[in-house]
Nanobody, 114 residues
Framework: QVQLVESGGGLVQPGGSLRLSCAAS????????MNWYRQAPGKEREMVAT???????NYADFVKGRFTISRDDAKNTVYLQMNSLSSEDTAVYYC????????WGQGTQVTVSS
C-alpha cells in the first residue's frame, strides 16, 4: 500500500533552516508528482511546493526564493529545503501524492521560535 513518511521537522530559530524529507513506498515513485503542504494552527491546509515526475517545480508565493523542493527517484524521497524561516512558517508539514486518490503522510511539525 502507498505510504508517505515525513521527517526532519523540529524547533528552529527565526532565520534558520531545515530540510524535510518524505520517504515514499508502495508505488512507482518516479511516475508521480509529489507535493508539500502545510497547516498552521487555526488555518486551512495550504500548498507549499510541488514537483512533477519530470522535476518541474512550482511554489506558493509565500515561499518563493526561500524554499526548494527536490526529489531523488533512486531513494523514493522528496525533500523540502527551507531557508530564512520565520514564525509564520510554523506549521505541520505534509507530503502528498495523487494516484487516483490523494495520499497523505502523517506530517512533521516545524516550529520557528526564538
Amino acid at each position: 500500500q502507498v505510504q508517505l513518511v515525513e521527517s526532519g521537522g523540529g524547533l528552529v530559530q527565526p532565520g534558520g533552516s531545515l530540510r524535510l524529507s518524505c520517504a515514499a513506498s508502495g508505488f512507482i515513485f518516479s511516475w508521480y508528482a509529489m507535493n508539500w503542504y502545510r497547516q498552521a494552527p487555526g488555518k486551512e491546509r495550504e500548498m507549499v511546493a510541488t514537483i512533477s515526475a519530470g522535476g518541474r517545480t512550482n511554489y506558493a508565493d509565500f515561499v518563493k526564493g526561500r524554499f526548494t523542493i527536490s526529489r531523488d527517484d533512486a531513494k523514493n524521497t522528496v525533500y523540502l529545503q527551507m531557508n530564512s524561516l520565520s514564525s509564520e512558517d510554523t506549521a505541520v508539514y505534509y507530503c502528498n501524492t495523487k494516484i487516483g486518490v490523494v495520499y497523505w503522510g502523517q506530517g512533521t511539525q516545524v516550529t520557528v521560535s526564538s
